[in-house]
C-alpha cells in the first residue's frame, strides 16, 4: 500500500481549488503502474515523488504524462513544505521550477514554453465565461477569460482540456503562467467554481502562480 496525500490547491475564500495527488514515497508505485494509478484516482493530475530531498517528481494526468503543470507543483511544493522539505526548487522532466512562499501562499516559477498548448480566448464579459457550456467555438485545449476589472488586473477564468481526460479543469496553473506571460501582467484569477489564482512575470522569461493550499484527506491506495 502507498500513502497518498489529496490536496486542493489554488483555494478561494469560499472554497474551491483543484484536488490533487501526491505520493510523497512514489517509488512505493512501480513506474509501470503509475498511469493506470492516475487513471483510477481521476484527478486532474497526480503526481509521484521520486526524491523528496531534492524535490524530483513526475506529473501524471489521467491519460498522459506530462513534463510540467501548475497546480500539482505548487500542490507539492506546499505539502513537502509542510512535512519538513522547504526546498527552494522542484525538478521537473521540463526543468527546475522555482519555488517560494509570499504571505501564506505557495508560488512556483515556470517558463510559458512549458505549459501545454492552450488556445487563450478572450470573450467579452465574465457573464459570457458562466454561460459557457462547452470550449468556445469548439475548440480543443482553451482557456477562456474574461475581464473582471481590468485596472486591478482581476478576470474570470475557465479552462477545458478534453485531450487530457478533463472535461474543465477547476484550477490551472499554467494556463495562467501563459495569461500572464500574454498579458504582461500581474493578474488575479478567478477560475472554476470558487478557485483564486495569482500569477505574474518575474523576468527572464519566467512566470510566477501561486496560491492557498488545504490538505483534504491522507489515505492509503493499493
Known amino acids: 500500500m502507498a500513502e ?3 490536496l486542493r490547491v489554488f483555494c478561494g475564500p469560499d472554497g474551491g481549488g483543484n484536488p490533487l495527488g501526491v505520493f ?3 517509488g512505493e508505485v512501480a513506474e509501470e503502474r503509475r498511469q493506470q494509478v492516475a487513471m483510477e484516482l481521476g ?5 509521484f515523488v521520486d526524491d523528496a530531498a531534492t524535490g524530483a517528481l513526475r506529473i501524471f494526468t489521467p491519460v498522459e504524462e506530462i513534463p510540467f503543470a ?20 522542484l525538478r521537473t522532466p521540463a526543468g527546475e521550477v522555482g519555488v517560494h512562499v509570499h504571505d501564506g501562499l505557495t508560488y512556483i516559477s515556470g517558463r510559458p514554453e512549458w505549459s501545454p ?26 482557456d477562456a477569460w474574461a475581464w473582471i476589472d481590468e485596472e486591478a488586473g482581476v478576470l474570470r477564468s475557465r479552462v477545458f ?12 496553473g499554467s494556463a495562467a503562467i501563459m495569461l500572464a506571460a500574454h498579458l504582461d501582467r500581474e493578474i488575479e484569477i478567478h477560475q472554476g467554481k470558487g478557485s483564486r489564482l495569482r500569477a505574474r512575470p518575474v523576468g527572464g522569461g519566467l512566470v510566477e502562480v501561486g496560491g492557498a493550499v488545504v490538505l483534504d484527506e491522507v489515505r492509503d491506495h493499493a
Open 70 to 89: 501548475g497546480h500539482p507543483l505548487v500542490g507539492t511544493a506546499w505539502l513537502l513544505a509542510r512535512e519538513g522539505e522547504q526546498l527552494p526548487t
Open 43 to 47: 484527478f486532474a493530475e497526480t503526481v
Open 117 to 142: 498548448p492552450f488556445e487563450l480566448v478572450r470573450m467579452g464579459s465574465a457573464a459570457e465565461i458562466d454561460e459557457l457550456e462547452r470550449p468556445p467555438g469548439d475548440a480543443g485545449m482553451v
Open 24 to 26: 510523497l514515497e512514489g
Open 4 to 6: 497518498l496525500h489529496v
Open 161 to 172: 482540456v478534453p485531450e487530457f481526460g478533463i472535461a474543465e479543469d477547476e484550477a490551472t
